[in-house]
């Protein structure tokens, strides 16, 4: 299976929806309004979308709780809008990404209504249920029991309004109840997934990506069922839409795209003993509200005095064993986590998001770190908890509500940032040292220099483990990364013009800065 070309040029900007603009007044971000603000977002250099879970949903957890998924939920506006928006977007030379949701459904979804009834009929199998309400599995799933007339407890994926989609299991050890991968319940799931994939992609719609992806298949040994599941999946919807993309919320690459997902997100979720993102940005101990960081042991944190070992060892071992297979997704942030400007600060940011940026992969933009946005400290919404502060409204300009929409300030999804000094767009564009105009840059650069593409090139030249001093080479390029509080020496032949630069150098001497992040393409 190929990935498609045009993933080699792509650069994705991250939507939270019911955040991002309000083109009704509502108080609530929607399609249309995602449409007014495309120009924007090409501006910047980014040229598709991935826009979080726009389906119906009771939104228990904002979305990912879906109820029909073929009806985009009336408050973001109709299917039609959808097509509107996928039609403008294709014009402008935009990709756009939904967010599938295959794990699990809302409880409020008719497949799960059908399926909780005591007489059999078609759906009852679609969901995962135990023979007996009293018995819980013992094979370390979540089930809820005691709810629903039907003797059994349902299995669930997340919260408890979100059971699990029955893919069957890949071991089984209680056949009252577990159903296999291959066997004709499970085959049936895969193709309700299938179909709905179909609808979407039908409808113009780039791709998708794909919540849970590691965890389709029940008793898997090292995600064997899920991936012989995908791979199934991939047959088919594949040879429909060649074009198509998908990138997977799994954090394994060397297992997803070889299972046909053509990107995969490196995050940490300590999987499979983690692939070291964590370590480069997310080593921090905070309060239990998360809002105090207590210690900070990232490598990115200049003050810290960790090597970047612990991501490099992952790092290179997976890239060696996935070359050909498709691309690592290095995203400035999510709608799970705390912002990254929680943790640092702007000169620290700048360091990141150009490493970041400047990788190998396909680069992720989540709405409003183009501005530094920041991570608020506002009550739950909709099953977000401490993970809403990274998804309060996008700040346009100095208008009310920071011109996120013309509610009433009471009546807008999430509260905006009060602070006078709170960043908009309108503000970053003023400022020629804005993170707006780094990001413009990095993405310029990338499109301008094949050797800085998406395209997989890395090669170490010198790290080890008593220094954060790194250098690294992409073709003709080569990276200095300095995020520590030391100046360094290095050792590099040849004549060099700086291309990029966070920090000073001192070419001459051979001298980079403490906290300092230099690219020097070879003359
Ligand atoms: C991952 C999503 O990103 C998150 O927001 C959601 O709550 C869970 N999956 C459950 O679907
Ligand atoms: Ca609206």
Redesign the pocket.
């Known amino acids: 299976m190929k990935t498609p070309k045009w993933l080699e040029k792509a650069t994705f900007y991250q939507i939270y929806p019911q955040s991002f603009y309000d083109s009704n007044n509502d108080g609530i971000g929607d399609l249309n309004g995602i449409k007014q603000k495309l120009d924007y977002i090409k501006w910047i250099g980014c040229n598709a979308l991935w826009i979080?879970p726009i389906f119906d949903s009771p939104f228990k957890?904002?979305g990912?709780?879906v109820r029909d998924y073929y009806k985009v939920a009336p408050r973001y506006g109709t299917n039609q809008d959808l097509e509107d928006l996928v039609k403008a977007a294709h014009e402008k030379g935009i990709r756009i990404l939904l967010d599938l949701?295959p794990?699990?459904t809302s409880d409020d979804h008719e497949w799960f209504k059908a399926s909780c009834r005591q007489e059999e009929n078609e759906y009852t199998h679609r969901y995962i249920w135990t023979h007996d309400a009293f018995e819980k599995p013992n094979n370390g799933l979540q089930a809820v029991g005691g709810m629903k007339d039907r003797n059994g407890c349902y299995v669930i994926?997340?919260?408890h309004s979100?059971p699990s989609l029955n893919y069957g299991f890949y071991r089984i050890d209680d056949p009252r109840w577990q159903k296999g991968m291959d066997s004709e319940e499970a085959i049936k799931t895969r193709e309700a997934i299938i179909d709905v994939m179909r609808f979407w992609l039908s409808k113009g719609v780039d791709g998708f990506r794909v919540?849970?992806a590691a965890c389709l298949v029940k008793n898997d040994y090292n995600d064997e069922g899920t991936r012989a599941t995908w791979k199934k999946i991939f047959d088919v919807i594949k040879k429909e839409y060649p074009e198509s993309a998908f990138v997977s919320?799994w954090s394994v690459p060397e297992w997803s795209l070889k299972c046909g997902f053509d990107m995969d997100f490196y995050l940490d979720h300590g999987w499979n003993g983690g692939n070291g993102y964590h370590h480069l940005f997310r080593c921090q101990e905070v309060d239990k509200n998360n809002h105090i960081i207590l210690k900070d042991d990232s490598y990115f944190k200049t003050e810290s005095n960790k090597s970047m070992m612990r991501f490099l060892n992952e790092y290179i071992r997976r890239i060696n064993e996935t070359r050909d297979d498709g691309y690592y997704c290095f995203l400035t942030n999510?709608?799970?986590m705390p912002r990254t400007s929680f943790f640092y600060n702007k000169h620290e940011l700048e360091i990141i998001y150009s490493f970041m940026f400047l990788m190998p992969g396909v680069p992720f933009l989540y709405y409003g770190d183009e501005i530094g946005m920041k991570f608020l400290n506002v009550p739950t919404k909709e099953?977000g908890y401490y993970?809403t502060g990274a998804r309060t409204p996008m700040q346009w300009d100095n208008s009310k509500n920071l011109g996120f929409s013309k509610a009433s300030k009471e009546d807008i999804y999430l509260p905006v940032d009060e602070d006078k000094d709170a960043p908009t767009v309108e503000k970053a564009k003023k400022d020629p040292n804005s993170l707006l105009y780094l990001f413009k840059k990095l993405i310029e650069l990338r499109n301008t220099y094949e050797d800085l593409g998406n395209v997989q090139n890395f090669e170490l030249i010198d790290a080890s483990e008593n220094r954060k001093f790194v250098i690294y080479k992409r073709g003709n390029f080569y990276f200095l990364l300095n995020p520590s509080v030391y100046d360094e020496k290095y050792y590099l032949d040849g004549n060099f013009e700086i291309i990029h630069q966070v920090g000073n150098i001192d070419i001459n001497n051979r001298i980079i800065n403490k906290s300092s992040f230099v690219v020097l393409r070879k003359l």
């Open positions: 979080n957890d904002a990912y709780d949701v794990c699990h994926s997340y919260f979100q919540d849970m919320e999510n709608h799970d099953g993970r």
